[in-house]
């Protein structure tokens, strides 16, 4: 009995407290290890092919190569625009994962 008035006084305050999911690209830095980056991509990915968009999450991202991580991915996942996305590929390593990609024709055919 006294277990169940701890479970409902808990309930009755709120429970768990959940983190509210990141509501822009700079609030992904308040997520741990993969997950930022992860979070950084999506908000990308939403931006589709607003290139203005584009430019304001990469402008929210601190980190040269979390950038181009971002622009690598969104290159690997539409290989047709990838000659594009990698333009703005700024790092060394960066710039070796778009020529992979870039450097890879057939992937690029019927997008």
């Known amino acids: 009995m006294v277990t169940v008035i701890y479970v409902l006084a808990w309930l ?8 509210a999911p ?3 690209v ?3 830095a ?4 993969a997950a930022v980056e992860d979070c950084r991509f999506e908000f990308a990915k939403r931006a589709g092919s607003d290139a203005a968009a584009l430019a304001r999450v ?3 991202i601190p980190d ?3 950038r181009d991580l971002v ?18 590929v700024t790092t060394d390593v960066g710039r070796q994962r778009c020529q992979q990609i870039v450097g890879r024709p057939h992937l690029q055919r019927g997008h």
Do not use: I, Y
């Open 12 to 19: 009755g305050c709120g429970g768990p407290e959940v983190a």
């Open 58 to 60: 990469l402008e929210a």
């Open 26 to 28: 700079a609030d992904c």
């Open 71 to 88: 622009l690598v991915r969104l290159a690997f996942d539409a290989p047709g625009s990838s000659a594009r996305l990698c333009a703005g």
């Open 22 to 24: 990141p509501s822009s």
């Open 64 to 66: 040269p190569l979390s």
């Open 30 to 33: 308040s997520l741990e290890g």
